[in-house]
């Protein structure tokens, strides 16, 4: 969904396998999608601005109150600074190991209160076979053994990714896995241009 004043657009709603997700934009356009939005709406993000404002109309159209279950922090990077590096190395994940990263991937939602069930794997294991498929899952392996996982998400070329999905595998963390999955995605979106 798209709010457009004129020609400019003020507000955009993109409907993901997880919950809605609001752009930065204005509070009148998360005011008018929350009172013309015809779909049953459990979970959104968003700037806290416009996604406080959205909740509220909602509220008020539909009676039901809602809850912040998770406040984030953005950072924009523009560079990366030498950073450990532990055994192994960064490469990106394959359709064959799917069956060892779906669980990482659950581990991660759960862990970060994405998903309320750790039984409701059906939309994770969609995403992870997109961002296999679209060269954006990685992991951080020594030898043939996984250590972390990341992958990003760039919603427009030369636009910005978003890094998401960091997770170490609990039996290996406090070695700098996660820091050099991390850096070492970082580094390599920076060089393609976001």
């Not at 509220?56 to 039901?64: P, S, V, Y």
């Not at 523009?78 to 069956?99: I, K, N, Q, Y």
Request: aromatic share 8%; hydrophobic share 45%; with cysteine.
């Amino acid at each position: 969904w798209l709010v457009m004043d004129g020609d400019a657009p003020q507000l955009a709603l993109l409907e993901t396998p997880l919950h809605l997700v609001l752009s930065g934009g204005n509070v009148q356009g998360a005011e008018y999608l929350a009172k013309y939005l015809e779909v049953d709406v459990t979970q959104f993000v968003g700037p806290a601005e416009v996604a406080d404002a959205f909740a509220a109309h909602l509220q008020r159209k539909t009676g039901h109150a809602g809850c912040v279950d998770m406040d984030m922090t953005f950072y924009t990077l523009d560079c990366v600074v030498p950073f450990s590096r532990p055994a192994g190395r960064m490469r990106a994940a394959t359709h064959a190991e799917l069956d060892e990263l779906v669980p990482l991937a659950v581990a991660a939602e759960w862990e970060m209160h994405v998903v309320q069930e750790r039984t409701d794997t059906a939309a994770i294991v969609r995403t992870l076979r997109q961002a296999i498929n679209d060269g954006q899952q990685f992991v951080w392996a020594e030898g043939s053994a996984i250590r972390a996982i990341a992958s990003y998400v760039r919603p427009f070329r030369h636009a910005g990714a978003r890094i998401r999905g960091v997770y170490t595998l609990p039996e290996f963390r406090g070695r700098g896995y996660g820091a050099a999955i991390t850096g070492a995605l970082a580094e390599r979106l920076l060089k393609g241009g976001q």
